[in-house]
């Protein structure tokens, strides 16, 4: 009966106030990214009743677990911050998914989000679309603070939630609620090499970087978390380190190679085909010596096959990382032979930095400096000079 009542007050909700529509705006930064869908009772726990997901481009879609493959299909037509703290008065047309009486018809919503990250939905009276924010047990809100929440593909109904990275995920999440997140960056996706590496935003100081690096993550995963982790953050470009747990999953060098093939797809896809994408080769681990060959094998497949992508470029840290022989260099790894140490950190950031300068990101360390405003200053003076001297000297 509860679920009932619930299930009726969205509907009343979702009906809104039929306003006129307006060219379709961008989504909100703060609003992008997954969400649980869930009333928050008085005892302070979250009751999950749908997830929604903002994608960068003014579309949303929301899905309720009831039936889950039923995927709600929303247009923004009008967003307007109202106050420019997170209080939005938005006008949206449903095209797919609704009751067919809800759709293809514009609606207005107010939605406010509050400090803890929460999004309160407006409370409508007698229809109207009026800015009362009320915190009731039967009212739903959008939240990234439950643990308990369940997530799928609003496409492929895949499950992305429950995974031994969930945590971590999670606050990724919840990153995407803090304006403080900078815009325009520069994205490192991958597993804990790209986790640990603490040093980053120190390394690459005069750009602004995100380290969405989560630990022991594989290729694989990463294509399936991709439209969660990377899409929101519409980066200006993407460098990925994965592979090596997949070869340590025992995966083929074949297998890694289709999961590749897949991040180029599925970032193209969501991303669009001018974002520069860096690959960083799978590393020679000392403590995963007998996965050298296979290693070698799989970064030959991925780098014959980018030299024929456009703007995807593959980043060689193998044989920077190993002796002349072809052995680890134990030297570049931390006491478990398995993550770098900072020298080993240091080589990537230099390997690193030269892309992102082929890119135009960091200034070109080979150009000649610019002459100082002062030595200017003088050419010029001694050039009066020598005039001076020439005018006195015919006169």
């Given at each position: 009966?509860?679920?009932?009542?619930?299930?009726?007050?969205?509907?009343?909700?979702?009906?809104?106030?039929?306003?006129?529509?307006?060219?379709?705006?961008?989504?909100?930064?703060?609003?992008?990214?997954?969400?649980?869908?869930?009333?928050?009772?008085?005892?302070?726990?979250?009751?999950?009743?749908?997830?929604?997901?903002?994608?960068?481009?003014?579309?949303?879609?929301?899905?309720?677990?009831?039936?889950?493959?039923?995927?709600?299909?929303?247009?923004?037509?009008?967003?307007?911050?109202?106050?420019?703290?997170?209080?939005?008065?938005?006008?949206?047309?449903?095209?797919?998914?609704?009751?067919?009486?809800?759709?293809?018809?514009?609606?207005?919503?107010?939605?406010?989000?509050?400090?803890?990250?929460?999004?309160?939905?407006?409370?409508?009276?007698?229809?109207?679309?009026?800015?009362?924010?009320?915190?009731?047990?039967?009212?739903?809100?959008?939240?990234?603070?439950?643990?308990?929440?369940?997530?799928?593909?609003?496409?492929?109904?895949?499950?992305?939630?429950?995974?031994?990275?969930?945590?971590?995920?999670?606050?990724?999440?919840?990153?995407?609620?803090?304006?403080?997140?900078?815009?325009?960056?520069?994205?490192?996706?991958?597993?804990?090499?790209?986790?640990?590496?603490?040093?980053?935003?120190?390394?690459?100081?005069?750009?602004?970087?995100?380290?969405?690096?989560?630990?022991?993550?594989?290729?694989?995963?990463?294509?399936?978390?991709?439209?969660?982790?990377?899409?929101?953050?519409?980066?200006?470009?993407?460098?990925?380190?994965?592979?090596?747990?997949?070869?340590?999953?025992?995966?083929?060098?074949?297998?890694v190679f289709a999961s590749f093939n897949s991040f180029v797809q599925i970032a193209?896809?969501?991303?669009?085909?001018?974002?520069?994408?860096?690959?960083?080769?799978i590393k020679p681990s000392p403590s995963r010596i007998q996965f050298i060959t296979?290693?070698?094998?799989?970064?030959?497949?991925?780098?014959?096959?980018?030299?024929?992508?456009?703007?995807?470029?593959?980043?060689?840290?193998?044989?920077?990382m190993v002796d002349t022989n072809g052995n680890p260099l134990e030297s570049l790894?931390?006491?478990?032979?398995?993550?770098?140490?900072?020298?080993?950190?240091?080589?990537?950031?230099?390997?690193?930095?030269?892309?992102?300068?082929?890119?135009?990101?960091?200034?070109?360390?080979?150009?000649?400096?610019?002459?100082?405003?002062?030595?200017?200053?003088?050419?010029?003076?001694?050039?009066?000079?020598?005039?001076?001297?020439?005018?006195?000297?015919?006169?």
């Amino acid at each position: 009966m509860t679920k009932l009542v619930i299930f009726i007050v969205i509907s009343v909700m979702l009906v809104g106030t039929i306003i006129n529509g307006e060219t379709n705006p961008v989504t909100p930064t703060t609003l992008r990214g997954l969400w649980c869908l869930a009333v928050y009772n008085t005892t302070h726990n979250y009751t999950q009743l749908a997830q929604a997901y903002f994608y960068n481009n003014g579309t949303f879609t929301m899905n309720f677990l009831a039936n889950i493959t039923n995927t709600w299909v929303n247009y923004f037509t009008s967003v307007n911050n109202t106050d420019s703290d997170g209080t939005y008065r938005i006008e949206v047309i449903t095209t797919a998914g609704a009751p067919v009486s809800d759709q293809n018809r514009t609606l207005c919503y107010w939605r406010k989000q509050i400090s803890n990250g929460d999004v309160l939905w407006g409370n409508p009276t007698n229809g109207i679309c009026a800015p009362t924010f009320v915190e009731l047990d039967t009212l739903p809100r959008y939240t990234r603070l439950s643990s308990n929440c369940l997530y799928y593909d609003d496409e492929t109904f895949e499950k992305i939630s429950s995974t031994s990275f969930e945590s971590e995920l999670l606050e990724f999440d919840r990153d995407l609620s803090r304006s403080s997140l900078p815009q325009n960056a520069v994205a490192f996706y991958g597993s804990s090499s790209i986790r640990m590496w603490t040093t980053l935003a120190n390394d690459f100081s005069s750009i602004s970087v995100i380290n969405r690096g989560f630990g022991g993550s594989t290729l694989k995963e990463c294509v399936h978390q991709f439209k969660r982790v990377v899409y929101p953050l519409d980066p200006k470009v993407l460098l990925v380190y994965a592979g090596e747990n997949d070869i340590a999953d025992n995966q083929t060098s074949e297998q890694v190679f289709a999961s590749f093939n897949s991040f180029v797809q599925i970032a193209r896809q969501m991303l669009g085909d001018q974002i520069p994408i860096g690959f960083i080769s799978i590393k020679p681990s000392p403590s995963r010596i007998q996965f050298i060959t296979q290693v070698r094998q799989t970064n030959e497949m991925i780098e014959r096959t980018i030299s024929s992508m456009n703007d995807v470029t593959y980043i060689d840290v193998f044989n920077l990382m190993v002796d002349t022989n072809g052995n680890p260099l134990e030297s570049l790894f931390s006491d478990d032979r398995l993550h770098m140490n900072a020298k080993g950190y240091q080589i990537w950031t230099k390997v690193v930095s030269d892309y992102l300068r082929s890119k135009g990101l960091l200034p070109d360390q080979t150009s000649t400096p610019s002459v100082a405003p002062i030595f200017k200053a003088t050419l010029w003076i001694m050039i009066l000079v020598v005039i001076s001297n020439s005018i006195n000297f015919s006169q």
